[in-house]
């Protein structure tokens, strides 16, 4: 069992959380945000799409339910460090420790949740100086897919639909949904060319971390690859097919993080409760492709370009965690590309 220690969290305006060091030892520092989800604990410290990040859970204890390896969204976590109000469970904070994410506990979430909510997610270190947050990176410019991508392609499942996934940080149960649908999904590393994807039935765009701007190679492979394959984007998948449609992307105050949020389905007039994680975002505009709406802010949370054979969703479908309301969204393109495929 790990012991707890006394330690802080401090953010880049000088603003300190004190708590109780209860994971790896050692300073960690990232962009601290928070999530709202109620569950879904080890999903979301090992999702890639949290790379670079110091997380906040709003949940008021974490860890009740001890671990599993099974949950795990990819092969090791990515969060930069977890705070808490209350860790429950040596199980879990004995995870934390042996996969050196330094974690906070006996912290004032509320209070932290609350700042970041007024001043915007921000850099933050665990028991490091204030010198050391203000100069590490910021996640404003930078470009983090490389970083948590496959290095080698791979194949899962069985099947004669073959897909192609490109790996920005992609979500094992993204994966596993797809293999459920009967599809063979061969993953890329994201700076797979245009002419390998084009070879197969359908390409999914994954979730990943960092702000999509700087991907301008990805984002001219993509904007290549428009009418020649069935193509569906999630996440920061979403945000790149809309830069290769000449929309803009932006960086959110705070971000969208739980498995709470509101989204209304323009074609349907149906409100979905889903899954989300991401800090920037597809900007309003005029787009008639714009299939999605956040009823937060009103930014887009889903394009549709038929004529080009491409949607996206900014939402997660594959709700690993979170609700199912969205599910229904990667059966029906799966159904899609098997149709123009026969």
């Not at 459920?180 to 060319?193: E, L, M």
């Not at 393109?333 to 149709?339: A, I, M, S």
């Amino acid at each position: 069992m790990t012991q707890a220690t006394s330690s802080y969290l401090l953010l880049e305006d000088g603003e300190a959380f004190a708590g109780e060091s209860v994971g790896a030892a050692g300073v960690a520092f990232g962009e601290a945000v928070f999530t709202t989800a109620m569950t879904g604990y080890q999903e979301i410290v090992t999702d890639p799409s949290y790379s670079g990040q110091i997380v906040c859970f709003t949940a008021p204890m974490v860890g009740n339910y001890g671990v599993r390896d099974t949950r795990d969204e990819s092969m090791r976590p990515h969060a930069a460090g977890v705070v808490m109000r209350e860790a429950r469970g040596p199980e879990w904070t004995d995870w934390l420790a042996e996969h050196d994410i330094a974690a906070l506990t006996g912290v004032d979430t509320r209070s932290l949740v609350l700042h970041l909510r007024d001043r915007g997610a921000m850099r933050a270190g665990i028991a490091a100086p204030l010198a050391d947050v203000v100069a590490s990176p910021s996640m404003s410019g930078a470009a983090l897919a490389g970083r948590v991508s496959t290095v080698d392609p791979y194949e899962v499942g069985e099947g004669p639909l073959r897909v192609a996934v490109v790996d920005y940080g992609v979500k094992r149960s993204i994966v596993h949904r797809l293999t459920q649908a009967g599809v063979r999904a061969t993953v890329f590393p994201h700076d797979v060319d245009a002419g390998t994807l084009a070879a197969f039935d359908g390409v999914l765009l994954s979730n990943g971390p960092g702000d999509p701007e700087p991907l301008v190679d990805e984002v001219s492979t993509i904007r290549e690859l428009l009418g020649r394959v069935p193509i569906l984007g999630i996440c920061l998948g979403h945000q790149l097919l809309a830069l290769a449609n000449g929309l803009a992307t932006f960086k959110l105050p705070f971000g969208h993080r739980g498995g709470n949020h509101p989204v209304l389905s323009r074609e349907t007039g149906r409100v979905l409760v889903t899954s989300q994680n991401h800090g920037f975002a597809v900007a309003p505009s005029d787009d008639r492709g714009a299939t999605h709406e956040s009823l937060y802010d009103g930014t887009v949370e889903g394009l549709a370009y038929p004529e080009l054979r491409a949607r996206s969703v900014q939402f997660h479908p594959e709700a690993g965690p979170g609700p199912h309301d969205a599910w229904p969204i990667l059966g029906r393109w799966v159904e899609e590309v098997r149709l123009a495929a026969a």
